[in-house]
């Protein structure tokens, strides 16, 4: 059964700094993985999607990374500010099952 | 992409009642899911609505407890029904939109169950 952890639970940072949330999965056998990004009555917005044939997705400041064969994401955010300030969600996609997710980080940048 | 219009964002509810959330998507959407987040704990799904026929509910969800509409392509309703103080999560209606892998995601719905 597919499982998925995120580490840390809980990061504080001051304005300014790069940091790397960590997703890892126990089933390297997935379609792709997605990181969502959740704030307090708004639901998730998804951030970046990652096939399981690619090694990295960037979007601005976010980079993303898949080390398929080690079960292993990063989010990368760099130069944090206080608006990313939220809960940052990884979830894998695997054949005949719907998205499994981890519990979260919560992120918090002070100015 | 997908604009998902969920409500009631939030509710406080009696034992022993129903409520019903509502989830309107601005296109035609072959499946809608619904999940739920307990306090503390990862999304779980729910069911998965397909318009015309009936949901597939996953392990431990019953369509007793959890009755699913899809009455068409952009509607669907999840009642959450004689509620006890364990169904207090927040409640999330997701597409995945045509021709895209991503889930877009409802605001949500918070309930508490007093």
């Known amino acids: 059964k597919q499982e998925v952890t995120q580490i840390p639970a809980a990061l504080s940072v001051p304005e300014g700094e790069n940091l790397v949330l960590n997703c890892s999965f126990t089933?390297?056998?997935?379609?792709?993985l997605q990181w969502f990004r959740q704030d307090p009555g708004k639901g998730l917005t998804s951030l970046l999607l990652?096939?399981?044939?690619?090694r990295e997705q960037t979007s601005g400041r976010l980079n993303a990374s898949l080390d398929k064969s080690s079960g292993r994401s990063t989010l990368y955010i760099a130069a944090s500010q206080p608006g990313d300030s939220a809960t940052y969600l990884c979830?894998?996609?695997?054949?005949?099952?719907?998205?499994?997710f981890g519990k979260g980080t919560t992120l918090s940048v002070s100015s | 992409s997908a604009v998902i219009s969920q409500k009631p964002s939030r509710d406080i509810c009696q034992r022993g009642t129903s409520l019903t959330i509502q989830c309107q998507v601005d296109?035609?959407?072959?499946?809608m899911f619904w999940y739920r987040q307990q306090p503390g704990q990862s999304l779980t799904l729910i069911a998965t609505?397909?318009?015309?026929?009936?949901?597939?509910?996953e392990s431990g969800f019953v369509i007793d407890k959890f009755p699913i509409s899809r009455p068409n392509l952009t509607f669907s309703t999840l009642t959450v029904s004689n509620m006890s103080p364990e169904d207090s999560s927040i409640y999330l209606c997701?597409?995945?939109?045509?021709?895209?892998?991503?889930?877009?995601f409802g605001s949500g719905t918070q309930l508490s169950v007093l």
């Open positions: 990652i096939q399981s044939s690619q």
């Open positions: 997701s597409v995945e939109a045509p021709g895209e892998e991503k889930l877009f």
């Open positions: 296109s035609q959407v072959t499946m």
């Open positions: 609505a397909n318009q015309g026929s009936e949901a597939t509910y």
């Open positions: 089933d390297s056998a997935i379609y792709n």
């Open positions: 979830a894998v996609n695997q054949a005949g099952t719907a998205l499994i």
